[in-house]
């Protein structure tokens, strides 16, 4: 057998973490993360703005969907 055709047996995978785990390193992830500023360069102040606007964009929709949730789930009743 050559080094060519010889393949290495597939290893297992690590198994993934449990949902709560991730979720633990989720919130450890977003609460340490340093808080944008708005200063400096132009380019870091608009970035500031674009971080901003998304934000909220994001906050509205999220806001529409539970509101929408809940009003479907109400009058389903």
Known sequence: MSAVTWHRRPTSAAAPLPLRT????????????????FEGTARQRARYVGYLAASMLAWTVLGLVVVAALGRALTSF
Not at 22 to 37: C, K, V
């Open 22 to 37: 991730r979720l633990r390193h989720l919130n450890e992830t977003i609460r340490w993360a340093p808080a944008p500023y």
